[in-house]
């Protein structure tokens, strides 16, 4: 869970976690000979709003939840 809120953005932490996360996801470790990895990342973000990202699809998917009191999972089947 990232905080994206503009105090966020700017003091610099978005861009490190960013970072951070980029390093992180290289060391996942994958079967040899193999692209993919069977350890699934899921994104979440939040200001004012929730918001979850589904990267599982060929075309990545985006909800923003709003209001923060009645809160659940925007996709069906996974969150990734």
């Known amino acids: 869970m990232l905080d994206v809120s503009i ?3 700017q003091s610099g932490l978005i861009a490190l976690a960013a970072q951070a996360i980029k390093e ?5 470790p ?18 004012r709003t929730v918001h979850f990202y589904n990267l599982s699809v060929t ?3 985006f909800s923003s939840v709003c209001p923060l009191h009645s809160l659940s999972l925007p996709f069906l089947f996974s969150l990734y």
């Open 7 to 9: 105090q966020a953005k």
């Open 30 to 47: 994958r079967p040899p000979g193999s692209e993919t990895t069977p350890i699934d990342v899921a994104l979440i973000t939040f200001d």
């Open 59 to 61: 075309l990545p998917l």
């Open 24 to 28: 992180a996801i290289k060391e996942i």
